[in-house]
């Protein structure tokens, strides 16, 4: 693929199982299913090679074939989205894989692109994930909106639910992330043999554990970011809002095809 960053592949974790929102991946959004929408945003970012959905769903796998995705069959046990990712990491050949939410449908190929490009190092860092300014108070405030602080490099101190850093003043004063992540493969499978660590099961936060056991994580920070990450119906609503307003704009239904970033 010609762009690519070394060999990247991105793999988009899903499950039907969910406390709030059961059969999320296949709740249709535009007129197609929500894991369709991240397929296409992943593989319109040209720094990528292949697009692999991981899913432990039977109707999962069905619905990402037949809109013609690449799907694979992960195990029931799996913790996390990262570990899901791990068992599809170990059967494939990539140097770098991208782990790329699968409720995050408006996730732009730019982000993508941008958290691939910081790998493409003399000395990588061992995982990059992205962050983007947070739009005010009521993001600030959100404990599902993710907060991360950064040391002066551009390393993650933490990542939170709560309102960090302390009292919100405006401008800069807080990132929120955005659930994507590139890793070194063999980083990505030290990780996942790592046990769930105090703060991750405190905080509900995979990434925590990487902070735990003192693996650097790189944050790119991009602007302009306008998704939002499905959680519930609502929040499916409120996407559909924003990608008709968008639609209306740029006469584009949101659901970019090979190639378009």
Known sequence: ??????????????????????????????GKPLVEHVYRR???CKAVSRVIVATDDKRIFAAVQEFGGECMMTSLKHRTGSDRVGEVAGSIDAD???????????????????????MNTETPPAIVTAASPLSGPEEYNDPDVVKVVVDARGKALYFSRS???YRWTGGDAGLKHIGIY????????????????RLERLEGLEQ??????????????VEGFAG???????DLRKAE???????KVTGNTGVPGRGQA
Do not use: C, H, W
């Not at 693929?1 to 592949?9: D, M, P, Q, Y």
């Open 208 to 221: 925590l554990r990487a902070i735990e056991n003192g693996i650097g994580i790189e944050v790119v920070r």
């Open 163 to 165: 309102s960090v850093p």
């Open 228 to 234: 939002i990450g499905i959680d519930s119906p609502d």
């Open 1 to 30: 693929n010609e762009g690519a960053v070394l060999n990247s592949v991105a793999v988009i974790p899903v499950r039907f199982a969910s406390t709030r929102f059961p059969g999320k991946p296949l709740a249709f959004l535009m």
């Open 96 to 118: 770098v894989i991208v782990n790329v939410q699968g409720d995050e449908p408006m996730i732009q190929p730019e982000v993508i692109g941008a958290v691939l490009e910081a």
């Open 182 to 197: 590139a890793y070194q493969k063999d980083a990505l499978l030290d990780f996942v043999s790592l046990p769930m660590g």
């Open 241 to 247: 809002r924003i990608m008709m307003e968008m639609a």
């Open 42 to 44: 992943a593989q319109a």
